[in-house]
Structure formats: C-alpha cells, structure tokens
C-alpha cells in the first residue's frame, strides 16, 4: 500500500452522496414507482435523472472501495478490519431500519395501499412482523441496502486478504492492476459489466441480499476497481490520461440514452433493436463516466479545504436519514396539493435542514454518535 490521502476521492465521494439524495428528490416526480408520488408525475424529468442513473451508484461502491482500502492499510490486518467495518456499518444500520426507516414503508402503505392505521400502530404491531404486508417485507432496510451491500463486500474482501499470504496478494493486485493500464481501464470493467448482461439480461435489481447475484457481480467490479486505486495509485496516472475521452464517449452515449427516452416515454416499449441498444449505451455511459469523474477529481479537487472533514464526516449520517425526510415531506406536499416547483424547492430545503440537524445533534451527544453511522469520541 502506498500513497498519501487522497483529496480528490474524499470530494467524489462527498459529491456522490450529494448527487444521490438529489436523485431520491427526483424520484417524487417521475413516473416510477416510488415510496410517495407527486399527483401528477412529470415524463420530462426522467431524462436528467438518468444522466446519473447508471453510474451514481457504481461510482458510490467505488469511492467505498477505495475508502476501505485505506482503511485496511491503517489498521493494518483482516481482524481488526472487519471488526472495524462491522462496528461503523452494522450499528446504524440496526438503527436505521428500527427507528428511521419505518416512516417509508406505512406511508407507501397509506398512500398506495389504502393502509387505515396510525404510524405508531403500524410501528407497534405491524412493522416487525418478518413477513409481507401488502407485498412489502417488513421490517425493511429500504435505501439503507447499500450499507448491507457495503459490509458484505468489505467481509469478502477481509477474508481474501486473511486467506491470501502478503507475497501473493502483491502479486495478484501488481496482475490486476496491470489488466487495468493504459486504454484498458476504459475497456476491462466495462467488457465484465457486458458480459454479466449477457449472461443475466433479465434481472431486476432486488436489493434483498440473496436473490440479487447478478447486481452483486455488478458492484463488485467498481469496489474492487476502487481497492486498486488505493493499492496502486500508478492507475491515477491512467485516469489522467484518458478521463477526457472517456467523458466523451460517457456524453454521446448519454445522448442516445435521452434520445430513446424522448422517443419513447414513460412505459411505451421500444423495439427490440432500440431496447438493446438503451441497455449497451447505458453500460457504457456508467463506466466511462466513472472514469471521468476519478479524473476530473484527481486533476481538480486534489486538494485540501477547511470544511473537507467535516463534510466527509458528515455524509453518512446525511445518507442514512435523508430518504425519510424526503418521503415524510413529500406526503405533507402530496396531502396539501402543493405544484410541482414550490414541492421540489420545499424538498431541497426540508431535506437540507433535516440531515445538518441530525448530523450536528448526532454528532454532539456521545451515544448517538455510533448510532448515526460516526466513530465514538
């Protein structure tokens, strides 16, 4: 392991979780199904929403997999790693499907269901019944998915390391490292997300853990992409050389993702043809995307700021929180008949106050503060 911190990647991966709580505001809009629906869903704004939609998420278990490559060469074994993993990861998430999640699930069921009961009821009798109500498994982790997701592949990674003597995971990471210079960081992940399509077209991202193979497949490419980046910061020299063509080819591919979302809206289906060439430029625009934006991070942001640590600190408290805001103000808006614009501004500002409140309150009180996802004092 080599290599000092990297600003740049602290910055992407704050930007991440920014981007991300803006798509979740998106989501109350369009016409996808969702926890809560403004009365009349917008078409047109699926289309900046899926500028990110297929790389916002890869890009997320990139940053983690860099971030926890740091973290292992800090603490400096697979024990002390996953103990550490498991502490961050696994506590808020306890705490996030039994206290902050419940909101979602009974207010999908109030709007979408015809559910009659009050939270509290639904809270006390029918949320921790490990089982279906209306189609929904409860309890349920909702957005907080990705943490279960995170620690899987962090395990993963703390067994191969432990298993793995130290000669011949250099070796291994020097070979993988190697499949990923020059033009071929452009092409290798981007040829393994090709051919987990080809071989699971059909699948539907689940997020249940166990059914959700061939996404995990998906994942675990960026993640480990990520690993690299830490253990071989050499591939930076990579991305500086080839960002700018990959933000090109991430752009003209964005294009015909828009062009046949403008063409054929909502639910309208697409022929075959123009189906399978949405799918292969969607794989594309997400990769190369991906590289873009290490790129544009290692050339731009690489360096330091007053409020850097605190933001980074700041952004899994921000995560685990900010989806039920977003739901709890969007159900007031829907009841209130509030328009599109005012709705979307309402959101912005309601989901800002409510993660910096709950990020600085969390932050200040001692047992708390594992809660909400930061280390103890």
């Not at 009050?118 to 921790?128: E, L, N, R």
Request: aromatic share 16%.
């Amino acid at each position: 392991m080599t290599g000092g911190r990297h600003y740049g990647m602290d910055w992407l991966r704050i930007g991440a979780f920014g981007l991300l709580i803006l798509y979740h505001i998106g989501m109350y809009f369009v016409p996808w199904g969702w926890h809560v629906k403004i009365a009349e869903p917008i078409d047109w704004v699926t289309i900046p929403m899926l500028a990110s939609n297929s790389w916002r998420l890869p890009l997320l278990f990139l940053v983690s997999g860099y971030a926890s490559a740091a973290l292992f060469a800090k603490l400096g074994g697979s024990g002390a790693f996953a103990r550490s993993r498991s502490s961050r990861l696994l506590i808020p998430l306890v705490f996030g499907i039994v206290v902050v999640i419940p909101p979602q699930p009974w207010i999908e069921l109030v709007t979408q269901h015809g559910y009659t009961r009050g939270f509290m009821h639904f809270w006390a009798h029918d949320y921790f019944r490990f089982g279906a109500l209306e189609g929904i498994i409860l309890p349920t982790w909702q957005h907080l998915w990705f943490v279960v997701y995170l620690w899987v592949y962090t395990m993963l990674a703390a067994l191969l390391l432990a298993a793995i003597p130290e000669t011949a995971r250099a070796k291994i990471t020097a070979i993988a490292a190697g499949a990923l210079r020059g033009w071929r960081m452009l092409v290798a992940p981007l040829a393994l997300w090709l051919l987990i399509y080809v071989l699971f077209p059909t699948h539907d991202e689940t997020h249940a853990l166990f059914d959700d193979g061939p996404s995990h497949l998906h994942y675990l490419v960026p993640f480990f992409v990520g690993w690299l980046l830490r253990v071989r910061p050499v591939l930076f020299e990579t991305v500086a050389r080839y960002w700018k063509m990959a933000l090109l080819i991430a752009l003209l591919a964005f294009a015909q993702i828009a062009w046949i979302e403008w063409t054929w809206p909502g639910n309208m289906i697409a022929p075959e043809e123009v189906s399978s060439l949405y799918h292969l430029a969607r794989l594309v625009n997400g990769w190369t995307m991906i590289v873009a934006l290490v790129g544009i991070a290692d050339r731009y942001w690489n360096r330091d700021h007053p409020r850097r640590a605190m933001l980074a600190e700041a952004v899994f408290p921000f995560y685990i929180v900010h989806q039920t805001i977003i739901v709890v103000t969007g159900w007031y808006l829907l009841r209130a008949g509030v328009a599109a614009l005012p709705s979307f501004l309402i959101l912005v500002a309601a989901t800002v106050t409510g993660c910096w409140l709950f990020y600085l309150i969390g932050r200040s009180i001692g047992w708390l503060r594992p809660l909400i996802g930061l280390q103890r004092r």
